[in-house]
């Protein structure tokens, strides 16, 4: 492990005014927004969509690193150049979805735990050699009726925490992504509280399994209401809950912090990080905090790429990169 390399590339990554795209949509998942929109669902569909988004000019301007898909990483641009290749030529850390999906947890109806440690070595050095810096491992925790039991989120934590070991092993970055769902009708309050005990369950696994923790990316998701809520927490109340809860768990030593969207919309995703931001500035917050976002970058984009397979795709997709990019120095509303 060289602890450089791992600082040096965990600190790239969440560069001032640039964040990480999340283009690491399994096949299954691609292929349903695709049919959403009327799109034909194939291999040559998934490329030309995906090297759309990386050709997009000037994004390297607001994109510090994306995240690929298995598929992804094996194939080329419609130019002909590996899609990690190509990232890197423009400044862009190339990175590589891991883990093998959110699976029942077994004795806890309802949970899940996500799976794919078994091989995970081996997958880890050839995926270094095609040019991946960096890796992402989902872990999912639902609120609703007992959950999530202590059971689950241990369970996830551990394999988190094994998950980066292995990545550090390699020189490459681990994301570590805990994210306590939105789906439900559970309050702002109990999105808090279910964040922060994953959260410190998540740092003690790392610390437990010798992960260097000034080598990695957290990606959480932003203490919010649930999505059926009848109480919506403010933009206000969601980057105040959402900055305590951090300043409880996460150690100052962690270089960055790249939110999901969790299933947000466009503007709320960018209004949230924003105002976060904002509040991180006036409280001196010790880490870099920016977005790692799939949706909430790449929906609109995707509908007109579907329609027309117009330079209309580009500019929507260059549009929300540039307006997350403000937001995540806090000066989103003064740009726009």
């Known amino acids: 492990m060289n602890s450089k390399i791992l600082q040096t590339t965990a600190q790239a990554m969440v560069a001032p005014a640039k964040g990480i795209l999340a283009m690491d949509e399994s096949k299954p998942t691609c292929d349903k927004r695709f049919a959403a929109l009327g799109i034909p669902t194939t291999e040559e569909n998934r490329k030309s969509y995906r090297s ?6 000037d994004i390297e301007q607001h994109i510090s690193a994306a995240i690929l898909f298995d598929e992804t990483i094996r194939q080329e641009t419609n130019d002909g150049i590996p899609f990690a290749k190509h990232l890197e030529a423009r400044g ?14 077994a004795g806890y109806e309802g949970e899940k735990v996500t799976e794919g440690l078994d091989g995970l070595r081996e997958r880890l050095q050839d995926y270094a050699a095609m040019g991946a810096r960096f890796a992402k491992w989902r872990a999912v925790i639902t609120i609703g009726g007992d959950m999530p039991s202590a059971a689950c989120i241990q369970a996830n934590a551990h394999a988190l925490a094994r998950y980066a070991a292995l990545c550090q092993e390699q020189d490459i970055v681990p994301i570590v992504e805990p994210e306590v769902l939105m789906d439900g009708h559970h309050s702002i309050d109990d999105c808090y509280e279910v964040t922060e005990s994953t959260q410190n369950e998540v ?7 010798g992960v260097q923790l000034d080598g990695i990316v957290l990606k959480p998701n932003m203490v919010i209401s649930g999505s059926d809520c009848p109480d919506q927490a403010d933009v206000y109340t969601v980057a105040n809950r959402t900055l305590a809860c951090l300043k409880s768990t996460v150690p100052a030593i962690v270089p960055g912090i790249a939110f999901l969207s969790g299933g947000q919309s466009d503007d709320k995703a960018t209004a949230h990080l924003d105002a976060i931001n904002r509040l991180a500035d006036a409280e001196n917050a010790p880490w870099r905090l920016t977005f790692s976002y799939g949706r909430a970058l790449q929906q609109l984009a995707m509908k007109l790429w579907g329609e027309s397979q117009s330079s209309d795709a580009q500019q929507a997709f260059r549009k929300l990169a540039y307006a997350n990019g403000k937001a995540s120095i806090g000066i989103y509303q003064t740009a726009s």
């Open 203 to 209: 740092f003690s696994q790392l610390r437990m399994q």
């Open 52 to 57: 759309m988004l990386v050709t997009t000019p």
């Open 92 to 105: 862009i850390i190339p990175g590589i979805k891991v883990d093998q999906g959110a699976k029942a947890l």
